[in-house]
């Protein structure tokens, strides 16, 4: 009895470890997915061709000298906007470039007593741009040629003269690149536009202006 008992419990055994390997056969290995790593953006680059546009302030001041009746000045802040275009080249970090700007102005000054009134009419400048790019923010400096047509108006006589002036101009500003084509910018400029004379050398003024713009750039 005892033998039977035996050879059953190993007839039972066996058969257990046969279904139990079996079915660990038919188990296959999965291993796990590999993790999605997404690749880092890349850095931005400043170096390319760009066209914009800006808008701003520009406060005028003015020193006049007239033969007849002597000098006077005054000063006023009037609106600014224009557009730019620049190419610039990125070395690491540091960003040299060179940029030209041209803007309609509405800033005028007007002295009652000689009844005149002097418009800026037009502004622009051509500067080379030095900066540092931390990725796609630039802050810069910047500096060059300036000019200017300028307006006198004699109410008293009825006369007009337009004059060009030519000086130079310094500032410094900040652009952020909002994606890889479009990039903001916020600019102060000091204008000096020197002294022209008017009116076969009766009139005499010299011109300065700080100007405070804002712009968008598209770049290529």
Do not use: C
């Not at 006049?64 to 730019?84: A, K, R």
């Not at 006589?157 to 479009?182: C, K, M, P, R």
Request: aromatic share 14%; no cysteine.
């Amino acid at each position: 009895m005892n033998a039977l008992r035996l050879a059953t419990l190993i007839s039972a055994s066996a058969l257990a470890l046969g279904v139990t390997a079996a079915q660990a056969a038919d188990l296959t290995y999965e291993p796990a997915p590999a993790p999605i790593v997404e690749a880092a953006p890349a850095a931005f680059n400043w170096t390319g061709f760009y066209l914009g546009v800006h808008a701003g302030a520009a406060l005028l001041d003015g020193d006049y000298n007239d033969v007849d009746f002597g000098g006077f000045s005054g000063d006023n802040t009037g609106f600014i906007g224009g557009v730019q275009a620049g190419y610039n080249w990125q070395f690491d970090n540091i960003v040299i470039g060179a940029q030209t700007d041209f803007a309609y102005t509405s800033a005028k000054i007007s002295d009652d007593a000689f009844g005149a009134e002097n418009k800026l009419e037009w502004l622009g400048s051509t500067t080379a741009r030095v900066g540092y790019a931390f990725d796609n923010f630039l802050v810069y400096g910047k500096g060059g040629v300036a000019y200017g047509q300028s307006k006198i108006d004699d109410a008293v006589l009825s006369v007009n003269d337009s004059q060009w002036h030519v000086g130079w101009t310094a500032g410094v500003g900040a652009e952020y690149a909002f994606t890889q084509n479009i990039t903001g910018l916020l600019e102060y400029n000091y204008v000096d536009l020197g002294s022209q004379d008017y009116f076969n050398d009766a009139v005499s003024a010299d011109l300065t202006t700080n100007v405070i713009k804002a712009g968008l750039n598209y770049k290529f």
